[in-house]
T-cell receptor, first 114, second 114 residues
Framework: IAGITQAPTSQILAAGRRMTLRCTQDMRHNAMYWYRQDLGLGLRLIHYSNTAGTTGKGEVPDGYSVSRANTDDFPLTLASAVPSQTSVYFC?????????????FGPGTRLTVL | SQQGEEDPQALSIQEGENATMNCSYKTSINNLQWYRQNSGRGLVHLILIRSNEREKHSGRLRVTLDTSKKSSSLLITASRAADTASYFCATDGGSGAGSYQLTFGKGTKLSVIP
């Protein structure tokens, strides 16, 4: 593994189903982020974690939950998917949240909720 | 809500020409970053400019920052077909609102015609 990986690459999901998007980084970065990208809206922050064991809400957290049990993994869960959650989801990490480090992005997960 | 707003939304130029994209933002920042996204891929960091800097260069990229006008510009000189991508500005508010999170604009889609 080099950098950030996300799984699955794409998924079609029935409304009401539970889904977990996986994100793993091997750079030992403290901060991790989940964004959704929608046409015409750019990237919007869903949840973030400044360090293992802590999480916080971003701009659009409703309907999503996260956990940060260790440094490397930051899964995003949709408890009961709805069509408005159809989007491309990007995970990102950053060395230190309070530094000027840049963010490194994963390749994304394309999710379609029917 | 979006902090940065890029202008134009789309830009089409001939190979060899220069491309200029602008970004405006609303609140004070710690730094401003530009990212590039190829179609279907994650974002890649291009350049970071701190709030006390006015201009920065990296290869064919030139970024300016005017904190009094709350605006930045990204200039790509001698464009190539491989520069075709979407470009996003992202503002880092530092220790203020957002807890060192990045807020992304909606992006400029650049097409470089061979």
């Amino acid at each position: 593994i080099a950098g950030i990986t996300q799984a699955p690459t794409s998924q079609i999901l029935a409304a009401g189903r539970r889904m977990t998007l996986r994100c793993t980084q091997d750079m030992r970065h403290n901060a991790m982020y989940w964004y959704r990208q929608d046409l015409g809206l750019g990237l919007r922050l869903i949840h973030y974690s400044n360090t293992a064991g802590t999480t916080g809400k971003g701009e659009v957290p409703d309907g999503y939950s996260v956990s940060r049990a260790n440094t490397d993994d930051f899964p995003l869960t949709l408890a009961s998917a709805v069509p408005s959650q159809t989007s491309v989801y990007f995970c990102a990490s950053r060395g230190q949240p309070q530094s000027t480090d840049t963010q490194y992005f994963g390749p994304g997960t394309r999710l379609t909720v029917l | 809500s979006q902090q940065g707003e890029e202008d134009p939304q789309a830009l089409s130029i001939q190979e060899g020409e220069n491309a200029t994209m602008n970004c405006s933002y609303k609140t004070s920042i710690n730094n401003l970053q530009w990212y590039r996204q190829n179609s279907g891929r994650g974002l890649v960091h291009l350049i970071l400019i701190r709030s006390n800097e006015r201009e920065k260069h990296s290869g064919r990229l030139r970024v300016t920052l005017d904190t009094s006008k709350k605006s930045s510009s990204l200039l790509i000189t001698a464009s190539r077909a491989a520069d075709t991508a979407s470009y996003f500005c992202a503002t880092d508010g530092g220790s203020g609102a957002g807890s060192y999170q990045l807020t992304f604009g909606k992006g400029t889609k650049l097409s470089v015609i061979p």
